[in-house]
């Protein structure tokens, strides 16, 4: 921009920026000046209006007012910068450029914008007023007649309107805003898109406010129909609007610094345009490990795949871990009916020990057990993962709907250990077994617990003791308060997953304890959720996942 010394009067941009002090006499040509460090205002006097002048800069001056005939001296103003001064209010008369379109006044400290200042200024189209104390706007009227106002910038204000701390309406009013920073004015919500006036709308700021929910209602793709940028970074989000694909022509979306967001919408597929989507700030989104430094297409395109080829998955696991001999695996066969768990184990063993002419298998030989059951002894020690499923329904609205229980029957055998880490899943429920007779059992049994909690946290943890039938009546009540009293002291410890239940079972045959506990592991499956409070039976998963688990499924069977 042109920049001229006082005297000159002809060019069309004029600079006072970071003055000290304005003299009276500055806008008249050749006049004497006499100025003071402390002046906090200017005057004009009789001088004569600068017809050519367009852009007035008198920013950093530490100005309070601005004089009455201020507006009458540049006729032709179109650009005025008032910002990072001391401007208290502005009178209405000292602001009245009927061409006037760019007007900053941010870093004042002004508490209100006045309707005269938009009236007197018609052809307005910019404004910024950022880092003042405005607290009060025009009335709806006002904003109706804001034909040319597009771009406006409110950041670092108190525009939060009681009892709700939502946006003032004049805003909402605007009919052609196309730009709206609100950034910092103690917003807790924003309004629904079909209640703003402007279809035109193509960024919108509302960062660092304390807004909670988003909700974008019926129609916001129509209402919001050109919008490119939407940023809502460190707010107290909850969750993404489950409908965000609505507004698909969004380049830039930032929710970053919302740490309680957990899941992106399968809608989120709708955003084809979207390039920008910051989350360095999100902890808990919940995003498959291959896309967590993936490009932005191809998160939309695993979205718009989970969108359109989307299946309910009413199928889920109950991993049942312990250490070795604490009747893991017979009691997953009592609890769920099925006698051929652990018998395909006892298969396998007798095959491997005939090869090896009666050598001990694996160092594990003198670790077998023989479990009565009703199809005769096997032994039965697992080695590694044992895998079965149950098949179980649930009553939805009068109906009785399938599902699956996959039981998972870890090894309890030391050499063992290093591998489950990698089988151990967020969506699952565990059955946490050990030996009620051992008096070190629950010390035993809580780096298992560490583990579930490290790999699945937030997942139930059913606590289940055996061998009750070894001990008599009299020592069981104490056995059983002493278990009871060492697990209630790590609940709530740091590491330690969710306990929902503690059971006590003779797991060598069926018994009433047997049927609480498939009671309590329905209860557990039913009231599952994920990190972000979806229910885990029944949730959406690509279709491809279930074609290819039914192809791995398939492949096992002709491999066996």
């Not at 602001?95 to 006045?114: I, P, W, Y």
């Not at 200042?117 to 003042?132: I, Q, R, S, V």
């Not at 909850?238 to 409908?243: E, K, Y």
């Not at 304890?513 to 029944?538: D, M």
Request: net charge positive; with cysteine.
């Amino acid at each position: 921009m042109a920049r001229m010394n006082i005297s000159d009067t002809t060019s069309s941009a004029f600079s006072f920026a970071d003055n000290s002090a304005l003299s009276p006499h500055h806008w008249r040509s050749g006049s004497d000046s006499s100025s003071s460090s402390t002046r906090s205002s200017i005057s004009l006097l009789s001088a004569e209006p600068l017809h050519d002048l367009s852009e007035l800069q008198l920013s950093e001056n530490l100005l309070e007012t601005l004089p009455a005939d201020f507006s009458a001296a540049f006729p032709s103003l179109k650009q005025l910068f008032l910002n990072d001064n001391r401007l208290v209010t502005l009178s209405p008369t000292s602001l009245q450029f009927n061409r006037l379109t760019k007007l900053d006044l941010c870093g004042n400290r002004l508490t209100e914008l006045s309707s005269f200042l938009f009236d007197g200024c018609p052809c307005l189209e910019w404004l910024k007023a950022d880092n003042n104390e405005i607290s009060s706007l025009p009335s709806d009227e006002c904003a109706e007649l804001q034909e040319s106002l597009g771009h406006l910038s409110l950041a670092h204000n108190k525009l939060a309107c009681p009892p709700l701390q939502y946006l003032p309406s004049f805003l909402l009013q605007l009919p052609r805003l196309r730009y709206l920073d609100v950034s910092s004015n103690g917003l807790t919500g924003l309004p629904s898109p079909s209640l703003w006036q402007s279809k035109g709308l193509r960024s919108l700021v509302a960062a660092n406010n304390a807004i909670s929910v988003l909700h974008l209602g019926e129609n916001a793709g129509a209402c919001w129909g050109v919008i490119d940028r939407l940023d809502l970074h460190d707010n107290n989000l909850i969750a993404i609007p489950s409908n965000i694909g609505d507004l698909d022509t969004l380049s830039s979306f930032n929710v970053d610094g919302n740490e309680k967001i957990q899941i992106l919408p399968s809608s989120f597929g709708k955003l084809h345009k979207l390039w920008e989507f910051p989350r360095h700030k999100l902890p808990n989104l919940e995003l498959d490990a291959a896309l967590k430094n993936a490009r932005m297409r191809d998160i939309v395109a695993y979205m718009e795949d989970r969108l359109h080829n989307s299946a309910p998955y009413y199928r889920i696991r109950m991993l049942v871990v312990g250490r070795a001999g604490q009747g893991k695996t017979s009691l997953v066969r009592l609890i769920t009916g099925n006698l051929a768990v652990g018998a395909e184990v006892a298969a396998a063993v007798g095959q491997v020990a005939a090869r090896a002419k009666g050598a001990a298998v694996g160092g594990n030989a003198g670790r077998m057990r023989r479990v009565a059951s009703q199809d005769g002894q096997h032994p039965v020690a697992t080695v590694g993962v044992s895998v079965h499923d149950w098949k179980c329904y649930r009553r939805v609205k009068g109906k009785q709907l399938p599902y699956t229980i996959s039981c998972w029957d870890f090894a309890g055998q030391e050499e063992y250990y290093s591998t489950h880490q990698c089988f151990l899943s967020s969506r699952s429920l565990y059955l946490a077994v050990y030996n009620m007779t051992d008096e070190q059992a629950i010390e035993k049994l809580r780096p298992w617990l560490l583990n579930i909690h490290a790999r699945a946290p937030g997942c139930p943890v059913l606590a289940i003791g055996t061998h009750l039938d070894t001990l008599d009546a009299a020592r069981s009540k104490g056995v059983i308060a002493r278990l009871r009293e060492s697990l209630d002291r790590l609940r709530g410890k740091p590491g330690m997953p969710k306990i929902v239940g503690h059971e006590f079972v003779d797991a060598s045959k069926k018994n009433h304890t047997i049927a609480a506990i498939r009671s309590s592991i329905f209860k557990a499956i039913e009231s599952a959720r994920t990190a972000s409070g979806q229910p885990i039976l029944g949730g959406q998963v690509p279709a491809v996942y279930l074609a290819l688990e039914d192809r791995i499924v398939q492949e096992a069977k002709r491999l066996r």
